[in-house]
């Protein structure tokens, strides 16, 4: 039984599209996350939210766009999609936030990549 | 500069070997440390967590943590084949946003 769960796996898209990334977690957890992961692993944080409220929003362009309809569930759209949002997507659930926090649970990924 | 720096590899070493990978971090705030293991097309999953400075052991893994040096360790012994696999750091504050390192990829050679 699958605790973070991303859809979907793969996602090949043009240049100028627009597309969502979904995900669930099953853990009970209150706060989820979105990483970006370049072609070089590294993994930056892009969102945040604790119960449904946007708690970390970094420096990504407002093309992104994050949604929260319940503790469940946080998906990612992305509008007019370049060449270098190509990467992968990395959904992640904790409980608490703060100094309780717990680890991250991480999803397997997104592969994004636009042509 | 980067919050965390890890010497990305790759590294490869034969079955049964002792296995040490390093990060050091610039912002003396850190108090939450940890590892994660990433296989290929997966995404990490925790491996170590660690509160301040010391030591902590799991089975063939023991993490170390210097906060006065700014630099953690994790250390694999009698590492396995099924030990390949990219292995990053990772720290934060009391705040939500987690910090990574880069990674290091490791090949254990049976």
């Known amino acids: 039984d699958t605790a973070v769960s991303q859809t979907p796996k793969y996602l090949v898209t043009q240049m100028g599209n627009d597309k969502s990334i979904k995900c669930e977690q099953n853990?009970?957890?209150?706060?989820m996350y979105w990483y970006k992961q370049d072609s070089k692993k590294f993994l930056k944080i892009m969102f945040s939210y604790n119960n449904k409220e946007l708690i970390i929003n970094e420096t990504v362009p407002n093309r992104f766009s994050p949604k929260s309809p319940d503790k469940a569930h946080l998906n990612l759209h992305i509008n007019s999609l370049e060449l270098g949002d190509s990467a992968v997507y990395f959904c992640a659930s904790s409980q608490g936030s703060g100094a309780r926090n717990s680890p991250l649970h991480f999803g397997n990924g997104t592969r994004l990549t636009v042509t | 500069q980067k919050e965390v720096e890890q010497d990305p590899g790759p590294l490869s070493v034969p079955e049964g070997a002792i296995v040490s990978l390093n990060c050091t971090y610039s912002?003396?705030?850190?108090?939450?440390f940890m590892w994660y293991r990433q296989y290929s097309r997966k995404g990490p999953e925790l491996l170590m967590y660690?509160?301040?400075?010391g030591n902590k052991e799991d089975g063939r893994f023991t993490a170390q943590v210097d906060k006065s040096s700014k630099y953690i360790s994790l250390f694999i012994r009698d590492s396995q084949p099924s030990d390949s696999a990219t292995y990053l750091c990772?720290?934060?504050?009391?705040?939500?946003?987690?910090?990574f390192g880069t990674g290091t990829r490791l090949t254990v050679i049976p």
């Open positions: 912002n003396s705030a850190f108090q939450y």
């Open positions: 660690t509160y301040s400075s």
């Open positions: 853990l009970g957890h209150d706060t």
């Open positions: 990772a720290m934060k504050t009391g705040a939500n946003n987690l910090f």
